[in-house]
């Protein structure tokens, strides 16, 4: 069903259940030998929210060897990589000294429950209400528990996120550490560049962002559609085209460098080396110029 304004879902149901497919990828990938990943909770939260497909995907189900986005070696590495990128970002800045994180479009993501938080840390949680109240109560019921203060904060990013966020306790004048992982594809350009002012505004000199850099070269129908054709070959009934917005926007790089913020691109290729894999090559028309992005906001001139 394509997007509307004002829309809304759950984790079974449009971009929702794109972030049960993540977490489902996230549980295939704590199952392998020797994992890079661990999601402790994972696998139980994709079985809670029930979807046939996603489930297949975390048992491994639907791996084709050789299969150029359906190998299994290959599928685990690349939400390896992803994975490991935000972890180790959430790491390095508490061990630069920051204790306030932010977490966008939170989803199925559990870093609040599984990071080793320092003491004195505050983890933020954003995104729909139907969705954090189904995490919430579903880890409870593992016995999950945070070693950080943790909030959760039930709003939808296209009404006023930062009034919630601070009336849940969020400080403006502490360094913060936020991360929006696979969320900007979901963004309007114009919404995009509206979270960026946002989180600008909110962040203290110091604080410290990451998530995606997009190609935007790469963000055609043709890429949308061999994307959307992959998530069909796993069973899922959303097709990821009625989701993405691919017009013409600023690349985080440039937007966020041009407020104020000090930027790194790690090219996709790099990742995969850094962790000792090897990029599939047949994958670089659909990536093309793009990488993880973290960046280091600066005090003002």
């Known amino acids: 069903m394509a997007r509307t304004e004002g829309d809304s879902w759950d984790l079974a149901t449009s971009v929702g259940a794109t972030a049960t497919g993540v977490a489902a990828s996230r549980a295939l990938a704590t199952k392998q030998p020797d994992p890079l990943i661990i999601d402790p909770y994972a696998d139980a939260l994709v079985r809670a929210v029930g979807l046939e497909h996603s489930i297949r995907l975390a048992d491994g189900e639907v791996c ?39 977490i966008l479009a939170s989803g199925l993501d559990t870093r609040a429950y599984r990071l080793p938080w320092p003491a004195g840390s505050v983890v933020f949680e954003v995104d729909q209400p139907a969705v954090l109240q189904f995490k919430t109560r579903k880890l409870t019921e593992l016995g999950a528990t945070s070693a950080a203060q943790h909030h959760v904060v039930p709003v939808d990013l296209r009404d006023d996120w ?22 900007l ?13 946002n989180i600008t505004a909110l962040s203290a000199p110091g604080s410290r962002l990451a998530t995606e850099h997009m190609d935007t070269v790469m963000l055609s129908r043709d890429w949308s559609q061999r994307v959307s054709e992959w998530s069909k070959k796993v069973g899922s009934e959303v097709d990821l085209m009625d989701l993405f917005y691919t017009g013409e926007r600023a690349t985080a790089r440039d937007y966020l460098a041009s407020k104020g913020w000090d930027v790194t691109v790690q090219p996709t290729r790099a990742a995969y080396a850094a962790h000792g894999f090897t990029f599939p090559e047949e994958l670089a028309d659909i990536t093309g110029d793009s990488g993880y992005l973290s960046a280091t906001y600066k005090a003002p001139n």
């Open 64 to 102: 084709v060897d050789g299969d150029p986005m359906l190998d299994r070696q290959r599928m685990c590495e690349q939400i390896a990589v992803r994975t490991r990128f935000f972890d180790d970002f959430f790491t390095a800045s508490t061990q630069a000294g920051i204790r306030q994180a932010v």
């Open 162 to 183: 930062p009034s919630a966020l601070r009336d849940n306790g969020f400080d403006p004048q502490a360094a913060t550490a936020w991360i929006a992982e696979g969320l």
């Open 185 to 197: 594809i979901y963004l309007p350009p114009e919404a995009q560049d509206r979270l960026f002012d």
